[in-house]
């Protein structure tokens, strides 16, 4: 389709080349004092590369995680008829809106070896979640899930529930229902939510700091190695992690456009 | 309401929207709970409220052909077909062959490893037939297995419809809420209103003595009911009719509109059926007009435009009816 031109408005124009500048001006920032030729030195040292691959793989694991629980509870939510719904629907989307330091504190206060359920279970097997590296899976899930079960829940109120009565005329049983029609259905959903959540997971810092701590190797995630490193006076390697993370970032959301947040 | 179809049998529940032909459809094949009844299919019982039986959808030996197809569209041509099969536990291979060979048999063949959703209407009806074949089901459910075409093709896939379902040796059941596909499909016209059964037989049957308002006007006359005596119909509602040979009781008179007569005075002469009216309501209806009127007892005429000129027809007019009691035909109730 051909548009007409739009009329021109200088005032908005200009407004729109400020709020440019705000976004544009901290990447040249970050640009600018890139330490290009320490590149190689940097991305060798151990502390940065456990953070890294630290990062990558719990980030990875809390999204397995969030598809395991989360999609089933999102077809929970959008399927069946129960009291409480609504409630139950607030809770679990909650973190999405709540500083991610009280989740933390939250998730301390349940799984904390003075814990709600944390305590007995350390009792009882000496295993505890805090300051170890399942901790920060669970901190990245508990901020990460949220986003994945509303995605899977628009996806499963939007699909044609008829296509699972067709499917049940033919023969299929419950599982082969949802395994082989309900999903591929919900496949693009699954797919953005499950992006959503990664990144989400991937920039995860204030329920992981609080609830997993800041152990280099076990629970310093690039994010707190970035707060770490620029506490310290470790400009360089902040700044280059930065550099990491917004490339990581950026890939994730060139990815998603045309899928989830519309045509540009 | 009681339904009772033979295998080998095109039935077709005709009925207007909201007559409860879906709920039918849905019912039999276990979608939707039964409230009180009975279900039998060769022998096998399939829904039986009373001793709170009730097959699951996934082991009737049904078939279904939706409104809308609902193909699946992340599968091609074959695997839909071929998804019936697998789920009742064949293996890759065999189901796939089995399917190729159904889609061979509706000329698909060459479409198997398309989409669905590039497919077009006809095409896309018979793979749902194929599919819902495939599993080899004793009775073959279709809901409005034509409203979803355009209506330039619709004459043509109806007629390889009908050839498919003539095929079929088991029970095949079509809801329609369209009489000209009713009549065209149908062994056996079950007439649905309201959730009931009001007329079932063949066709001609059916539309040669119409039992209700809904299947008088569908074939286009107009139905009365009252109490023959002799000769005498007492019409119900008012009026009184002289017939050849009503015999006794409750009757129905069936009176096509282009025997009623129009006046604008007392006729005088041969008709012995003559009444005053006031017409209500002129319509053109391709050569003819329709003129409704109300009277003891009210019905429409049919009338050439030259004759509407020539009596000055009006919305409101007072006229004469008049019918030779030999075009009256009566039927008991």
């Known amino acids: 389709m051909v548009r007409p031109p739009q009329p021109f408005n200088p005032v908005l124009v200009l407004l729109a080349g400020l709020c440019a500048l705000f976004f544009v001006l901290p990447l040249v920032g970050l640009l600018a004092r890139t330490p290009w030729a320490s590149t190689v030195g940097i991305m060798s040292d151990q502390g940065v590369q456990a953070a890294l691959r630290l990062s990558l793989v719990c980030s990875l694991a809390s999204t397995v995680l969030a598809c395991l629980l989360g999609v089933p509870l999102a077809w929970v939510l959008a399927r069946l008829r129960f009291p409480g719904k609504s409630l139950l629907r607030g809770i679990t989307t909650l973190p999405m809106v709540l500083p991610p330091v009280v989740g933390g504190v939250a998730l301390l206060l349940a799984f904390g070896r003075r814990g709600l359920i944390g305590e007995p279970i350390a009792a009882a097997t000496g295993l505890g979640l805090p300051f170890t590296t399942p901790g920060v899976i669970v901190a990245e899930a508990f901020v990460g899930m949220p986003f994945l079960v509303i995605t899977v829940e628009a996806g499963l109120r939007s699909m044609d529930v008829r296509f699972e009565d067709a499917a049940r005329t033919l023969g299929a049983r419950r599982w082969t229902v949802f395994r082989r029609i309900t999903l591929p259905l919900i496949g693009p959903s699954l797919a953005a939510g499950a992006v959503l959540a990664w990144s989400r997971a991937l920039g995860e810092f204030g329920a992981t700091i609080t609830f997993a701590g800041n152990f280099p190797g076990t629970t310093q995630t690039a994010p707190l190695a970035i707060y770490i490193d620029l506490e310290s006076g470790q400009l360089p390697s902040a700044v280059m992690l930065s550099l990491l993370m917004i490339v990581v970032s950026l890939a994730v959301l060139v990815a998603l456009r045309g899928r989830y947040l519309g045509d540009a | ?333």
Not at chain 2, 33 to 48: N, S
Not at chain 2, 99 to 124: F, H, I, K, V, Y
């Open chain 2, 1 to 333: 309401m009681t339904l009772r179809v033979e295998p080998g049998e095109v039935a077709v529940l005709l009925g207007p929207n909201g007559a409860g032909k879906t709920t039918v459809l849905r019912a039999l094949a276990g979608l939707l709970p039964l409230a009180d009844g009975r279900v039998v299919l060769d022998g096998q019982l399939l829904d039986d409220t009373a001793r709170r039986i009730r097959v699951p959808v996934e082991l009737r030996p049904v078939g279904v052909v939706f409104q809308e197809y609902l193909l699946f569209p992340h599968l091609s041509v074959l695997e839909n077909v071929a998804f019936g099969l697998r789920s009742r536990g064949m293996r890759r291979a065999p189901a796939r062959r089995a399917a190729g060979a159904w889609l061979e048999r509706l000329g698909l063949r060459s479409l198997e490893d398309t989409r669905p959703g590039t497919l077009s209407g006809g095409q896309q009806q018979r793979v749902a037939l194929a599919r819902a074949l495939a599993t080899g089901p004793r009775m073959l459910l279709l809901d409005e297995p034509l409203s979803a075409l355009d209506v330039s093709v619709r004459a043509e896939v109806r007629r390889d419809l009908r050839r498919h379902l003539r095929e079929f040796p088991g029970v095949n059941l079509l809801v329609t809420h369209d009489p000209l596909e009713a009549i065209a499909l149908a062994d056996r016209l079950i007439v649905l209103e309201g959730g009931r059964v009001l007329q079932a037989g063949t066709p001609a049957e059916v539309t040669g003595h119409p039992r209700s308002p809904y299947v008088a006007d569908l074939v286009g006359v107009n139905l009365l009911r009252g109490k023959a005596l002799g000769d005498v119909v007492e019409v119900d509602g008012g009026g009184r009719l002289e017939v050849v040979g009503a015999g006794n009781g409750e009757v129905f008179a069936v009176v096509p509109p282009r025997s009623v007569s129009l006046w604008r005075s007392q006729p005088i002469g041969s008709p012995r059926n003559v009444w005053a009216g006031r017409a209500r309501g002129l319509d053109l209806l391709g050569d003819r007009v329709r003129v409704r009127v109300e009277g003891r007892p009210s019905l429409v005429a049919e009338v050439t435009p030259a004759a509407v000129a020539e009596l000055g027809l009006v919305d409101g007019a007072d006229v004469w009816v008049s019918i030779k009691a030999t075009d009256v035909r009566v039927y008991s109730a």
